[in-house]
């Protein structure tokens, strides 16, 4: 029933009238709108200051509560840590083989702690384990003065990628996440970080699913990753966790399952100022399971399939086939039955030339007056101009019009 919906709605996005800027199709499925565009749909009630629940795979959210709202951060900033240092990695200006020298300064880090000393010189490979299963404030200071020169230097780093990322709320005044003042971030912006960490660095994802690590010769006790989920449900594969009195206890966590149509679809929830470690992973668990099973996700068009074949006046084809460079991916609601809008906004007439991947308009997804999402829309093949003739007959036809 879903694959002749699409045909139909494939077909309706073809037939194209000249002088119409707007094309518009409607089609009746399943449908959502995120939280923050009032949803019928309720969550699960949170036991947490602040939380999101974002569709990662349909860049929607879900669920949100107080997610603008400046908190403390706690070791939810080692994402960012490992940000900058996973960056360094990329530029090759340090290697996962590298050791590092551990300074007075990071041995003597309170906290939680990866047990190294000055005696040690670590691979930059452990201090990321260090830093991220066990959350050691040791290591990150070790990965931050061998990466920045000076812990000072590598906050700079740090804020500088906040602003650069579009975190606007965020401010890093150490790369631990100690309690001092005016180290704040929001939810929003977490998951503006906690996605871009997925999207740009895949190759060290590892890390944030890795159950058990224990530097030689440090305590026993210390190799348990404080992520619970990893432990209890299979689908979970990160992120970190937080915790100080300020911020209560916080978890970025993310889950990826197989749905059919679309493959792996992929959610993060966040989850602050809960009042316990067991606390933060169960509720964080409600929320992945709830945006599992509340909503379906919906692919309406493949990275690169056309979108529609709209008219090119004065080229050397008549056509052109337009689309988006990813998957076209949606929420919505499951079980509900709803009116999908969709519609592509694009400049009228389109006048050769016209380049592959020239911004072309773009894909609005609506359900009634709400836009649920926007997709830009770009050119999936080159048109170019066409000869004095056609322009020219081309050029009567648009004026008669």
Request: glycine content about 6%; hydrophobic content about 40%; some cysteine.
């Amino acid at each position: 029933m879903f694959s002749r919906i699409l045909r139909a709605l494939h077909l309706r996005l073809d037939g194209h009238h000249p002088w119409m800027a707007t094309l518009f199709i409607t089609l009746t499925l399943a449908c959502a709108l995120p939280a923050q565009a009032q949803m019928n749909i309720s969550p699960p009630e949170i036991a947490a200051r602040n939380y999101l629940l974002l569709d990662v795979t349909a860049s929607q959210v879900l669920a949100a509560k107080n997610i603008e709202e400046p908190v403390e951060q706690a070791s939810l900033t080692k994402l960012m840590t490992a940000y900058v240092v996973f960056d360094a990695l990329r530029a090759q200006k340090i290697s996962l083989t590298q050791t590092l020298p551990v300074s007075e300064r990071a041995w003597k880090m309170p906290g939680s702690r990866m047990f190294i000393d000055p005696k040690m010189q670590v691979a930059v490979d452990d201090l990321l384990k260090g830093m991220i299963v066990q959350s050691g404030n040791d290591a990150t200071t070790a990965l931050a003065e061998g990466v920045g020169g000076t812990v000072e230097h590598f906050v700079k780093l740090m804020n500088d990628q906040a602003k650069a990322l579009g975190m606007n709320d965020t401010t890093y005044k150490n790369p631990e996440g100690l309690t001092e003042p005016g180290h704040l971030s929001t939810a929003r912006d977490l998951s503006i970080l906690a996605t871009s960490l997925m999207r740009e660095f895949p190759e060290y994802m590892h890390y944030y699913s890795t159950k058990h690590y224990r530097y030689p010769g440090t305590p026993e006790a210390n190799g348990n990753n404080r992520n619970l989920l990893l432990f209890r449900d299979p689908s979970v594969d990160g992120l970190k966790t937080g915790y100080t009195k300020a911020a209560g206890f916080c978890l970025v966590s993310t889950s990826q399952r197989e749905v059919p149509n679309v493959g792996q679809r992929r959610l993060l929830a966040i989850v602050l100022g809960a009042d316990s470690e067991n606390s933060r992973a169960t509720e964080s668990q409600k929320l992945l399971n709830w945006g599992y099973t509340a909503f379906d996700a919906v692919k309406l068009f493949e990275g690169r399939q056309a979108m529609a074949t709209p008219s090119v006046w004065k080229g050397s084809a008549s056509t052109i086939q337009i689309g988006s460079h990813d998957p076209v991916v949606v929420a919505l609601p499951t079980g509900s039955a709803g009116q999908l809008t969709t519609s592509i906004e694009r400049p009228d007439p389109l006048l050769a030339p016209l380049y592959l991947d020239q911004s072309i308009g773009t894909l609005k997804i609506s359900l009634g007056n709400t836009v649920l999402k926007e997709v830009p829309v770009v050119a999936l093949e080159d048109v170019s101009q066409a000869g004095f003739l056609g322009r020219t007959w081309d050029s009567i036809r648009l004026w008669i019009q």
